[in-house]
């Protein structure tokens, strides 16, 4: 029992991306810091308990009381190297959170208790995740729920699914293999069993998979969006003539103004937002018409719309 | 500290103390004596701990294999929801300050009372009644939130007693709040002739930042759970965004409180730290004046960083980069602070007794505590271990490691103070030894099952993190009989143990100059204080600067 049980003795998981190690040179450091104040403080103890031991009851120590250069020492060196650890975890940070341009965007949506996963290609999957290998995958993470949380730990990445908001992060596997998803975040009575795998492909496998037709995905995100868009009669306002609406080409990215004299990029979030909460903000040169979609359309359902949207205009 | 009264009539002639004043429960019940009122807050957050111990005796049980087989999902997370709440709103929040602060805070500064004794009383009560509220929602519905009832699942899709067991934290809210109150206005007022505030003890400069912290933050908890309760009862939509409500807004909300909670436990225990090294060193404190300063800096600081638990949950990237750069500030303080505590160590006389051997274990426990936080400081880097057994690891010695270590410091250097009886001095030192290694037996392998990937709040997990959990429940095993250990020994010394003076351990500071067990009324005549803080340099002496 206990070989089976040291069999799997180890310090890191494996990593999965070149992010991963980035962020466990980051963690070797901070180990080395803490290993060098955690053997020297408590030496530091044992000495002093052993030479100033007390000797007899009487005796007194002479009182110090304060010493300017010994205190500067002790406030800026800790202050140097926490800023040096701030810049790093900063710069990873931002790092994990842009992604390069030729991502693919996987939609990701969590409810209570499962991971459902839509590709660009239209292909669905449950608590799998299937990726070319040396391809950044751009994750579009939300809940229909409660609090998740998305936890690729080979990648060192994680990103709570949020209901109401789309939160994004990346990843670019640089080795193929089945590994851990969990749920990080703590969304009740099955919590635990909400985990999956990741599984990174050759992109020749990859596309094999993409073939086998198992189930109803067959559709594409943007032909399912399209689709919907007429059945929703979006395009009776929406139709780039004369609509009631905002002409909806090459709106992606762009910046729109709105009556109040503010401004947003319509990325993602954004064009969710219009659909299911379009009071949030009214375009500038239109009135407050559009109606909501909320409770109408599920979270699939918009992530459909968006990527169609996020077509029209552009060749 | 030298002072106009003096013990030696008491010893002369028996005269009643504060524990033989007089007899009978409703002598207790109704007592207005900040000493009883310390002694019931013992007795209360003792059970309380007690409980909060049995339900993590059952996590590290279930935990020691991958199968959930001891416990159902419900019931598993209804354990550790039970563990958290009891342990953080009503063993840790009120830990130092209500026992040790109650009893001691008047004598050190040599009171007779706090400000408001009425006050004193009705605090314990509502802590209490929130207790036993939160308590019998954990033992008939159960609550399966997690002690930080993350909306919406607490307010839309939990089932379970949550509303109780929020009232029960809403009315320890209160007890925290009047504490403080009481703490801040009577060391402000009460102090005796001399004592100014550069000769305070450093405990009385901790429990007084503390106590601000716990003026100002606590209402803000008892208005985030009001809010959660008025969504989960009427569905007034504030958290869950099917009722156009923001979760993040609940995340903020609740750390805002949440992280300088950490502080409240935590700062007490650097100001007992002060008192026991400087008293087992026979020195003054290295930088009396840079500690007490860093007290209230962190006290401040505490209050500008929640958003280091959220670097992931979909706040802006800036605002997360303000609150990773706060957060390291804390560093700053906090070593001075340690670095401090080594100098005064340093050069002195120094003797190994129990509450410095568990003093010893707090410095050591909470480097690896406080270090560990740079980690999650550490934006990217936190990224991949906020949310796992790292965290767990983390926030246990930061909260078990050090303000529990801080605590049994306090509770073994003040107890012939209390009580005018020593406990088994070897035993006691036995327990320490065995709290500090079951401690780092059972929390150490959770960092690395943590930066392995194990997700917290699982009952089920992959079979390859098994032999740490392994370790950690034994750890759990050596920690818990450590713990009993005092259970023993304390009781036992009130009746057997041997008496001791007023001062068995040549310890400086008011408290030490009136009997033990100190009278009703605290001190004979009203103590006049001529010189500093942990003066233990004889009269005359050259003093080196
Ligand atoms: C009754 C007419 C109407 C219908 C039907 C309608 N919209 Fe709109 N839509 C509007 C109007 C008017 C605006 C601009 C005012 C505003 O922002 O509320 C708008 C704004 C938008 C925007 C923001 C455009 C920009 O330039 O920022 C998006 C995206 C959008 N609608 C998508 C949709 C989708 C998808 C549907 C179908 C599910 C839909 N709309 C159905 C009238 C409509
Ligand atoms: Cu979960
Ligand atoms: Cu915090």
Not at chain 1, 71 to 79: G, L, N, R
Not at chain 1, 205 to 232: H, I, K, M, N
Not at chain 2, 411 to 420: D, N, V
Not at chain 2, 484 to 500: D, I
Request: one cysteine or more; glycine letters at 8%.
């Amino acid at each position: 029992m206990w070989e089976t049980l040291f069999r799997d003795f180890s310090f890191l998981p494996e990593q999965a991306s070149e992010h991963a190690g980035q962020v466990d040179l980051l963690y070797f450091f901070c180990v080395a810091l803490t290993a060098v104040f955690t053997v020297l403080i408590p030496a530091v103890m044992v000495f002093v308990a052993i030479k100033f031991k007390r000797k007899s009851d009487d005796e007194v120590p002479k009182p110090v009381h304060g010493s300017l250069p010994l205190e500067i020492a002790w406030s800026v060196i800790p202050f140097v190297v926490t800023m040096v650890l701030f810049g790093w975890g900063a710069v990873l940070f931002f790092n994990y959170s842009s992604p390069p341009p030729n991502s693919l965007d996987v939609h990701v949506v969590g409810k209570q208790w499962m991971w459902k996963i839509q590709h660009p290609e239209g292909k669905r999957e449950i608590n799998q995740l299937h990726v070319p290998v040396n391809q950044p995958i751009r994750l579009i993470i939300t809940s229909e729920d409660v609090l998740h949380s998305f936890y690729l730990p080979v990648f060192r990445i994680k990103r709570d699914a949020v209901p109401g908001r789309y939160q994004t992060m990346w990843f670019e596997a640089t080795k193929t293999g089945e590994f851990h998803l969990f749920c990080a975040e703590y969304c009740g009575t099955e919590h635990s069993l909400m985990i999956g795998s990741v599984i990174v492909m050759s992109p020749e496998e990859y596309d094999q998979w993409l073939q086998t037709d198992d189930q109803d995905g067959s559709e594409t995100p943007v032909a399912a969006g399209e689709r919907l868009f007429s059945e929703l009669r979006c395009n009776s306002c929406h139709n780039g003539a004369g609509g009631n609406g905002p002409s909806l080409d090459s709106l992606y990215r762009t910046r729109v103004a709105f009556t109040d004299g503010t401004n947003a990029i319509a990325d993602e979030s954004y064009i969710r937002e219009s659909i299911v909460d379009p009071r949030r903000h009214t375009v500038a040169g239109f009135g407050p018409m559009m109606p909501t979609f909320q409770g109408q359309v599920s979270e699939e359902q918009v992530f459909e719309l968006i990527s169609y949207i996020k077509t029209l205009g552009v060749e | 500290m030298e002072t106009t009264s003096s013990s030696l009539p008491l010893a002369d002639k028996p005269k009643p103390n504060y524990l033989t004043a007089s007899y009978g429960i409703k002598s207790w019940l109704l007592t207005l004596d900040h000493k009883r009122i310390g002694i019931l807050y013992i007795i209360t957050l003792t059970t309380f701990f007690m409980m909060g111990g049995v339900y993590a005796a059952l996590i590290r049980l279930e935990l020691l294999t991958p199968a959930g087989d001891l416990l159902s999902s419900e019931a598993y997370n209804r354990t550790f929801t039970g563990h958290g709440v009891l342990m953080v709103f009503f063993v840790l929040v009120p830990l130092i300050p209500a026992t040790m602060g109650n009893f001691l805070l008047p004598l050190m500064i040599g009171a007779r009372d706090v400000a408001f004794p009425r006050l004193n009383l009705l605090s314990w009560y509502l802590l209490v009644i929130g207790g036993l509220t939160a308590a019998s929602a954990l033992l008939t519905g159960g609550v399966d939130t997690g002690w930080t009832f993350y909306a919406p699942l607490s307010s839309r899709y939990a089932n379970g007693a949550v509303l109780v067991a929020i009232v029960g934290a809403f009315i320890a809210g209160f007890s925290s709040i009047l504490t403080g109150l009481n703490f801040v206005i009577t060391i402000h007022k009460m102090r005796a002739p001399g004592l100014t505030w550069f000769r305070l003890p450093l405990m009385v400069w901790a429990i007084y930042a503390t106590s601000l912290i716990q003026v100002l933050a606590t209402p803000v908890v008892a208005i985030t759970l009001t809010l959660l309760a008025l969504e989960r009862l009427f569905g007034v939509g504030i958290f869950d965004p099917a009722l156009g409500g923001d979760p993040i807004l609940f995340e903020h909300m609740f750390w805002f409180y949440s992280h300088p909670v950490v502080y409240i436990m935590i700062l007490p225990a650097f100001g007992v730290m002060s008192e026991v090294i400087s008293c087992f060193s026979k020195k003054a404190i290295f930088g009396y004046r840079i500690i007490a300063y860093s007290s209230l800096a962190i006290a401040a600081l505490g209050f500008i960083v929640w958003g280091h638990h959220m670097f992931v949950s979909g706040q802006s990237a800036y605002l997360g980069l303000v609150f990773s750069l706060l957060t390291m500030l804390i560093a700053v303080p906090t070593a001075i602070k340690i670095f401090g505590w080594l100098a005064t160590m340093w050069g002195g006389s120094v003797e190994l007794a129990t509450p410095m051997l568990y003093a010893m274990g707090f410095i050591g426990l909470f480097t690896i505590g406080g270090l560990t936080g740079l980690f999650l400081a550490a934006m990217g880097l936190d990224v991949h271990v906020h949310d796992t057994y790292f965290i767990v690891a983390h926030f246990h010695y930061v909260m078990v490691g050090s303000a529990i270590m801080g605590y049994m410091s306090a509770l073994h250097f003040w107890w012939p103070k209390m009580f005018g009886r020593m406990y088994p001095k070897t035993l006691a030192k036995v327990a320490a030894v065995l709290v500090f290694v079951g401690f780092n037996l059972t929390f150490f392998p959770q960092f690395v099952v943590g930066y392995l990937g194990m997700p917290r709040r699982y009952h089920f997990y992959p079979p390859e993190f098994q032999i740490y959990n392994v370790f950690s429940t034994a750890g759990a095993m050596v920690l818990g009989i450590a713990y009993l250990l005092p259970l023993l020994y304390f009781p036992y010394s009130l009746f057997k143990g041997e008496k001791v003076g007023a001062n068995p351990w040549g310890a400086k500071g008011l408290e030490w100059e009136t009997a033990s067990p100190p009278p009703t009324e605290n001190f004979e005549f009203t103590p006049v204080v001529t010189e500093e803080a942990y003066a233990y340099a004889k009269e005359g002496e050259p003093v080196v600067h």
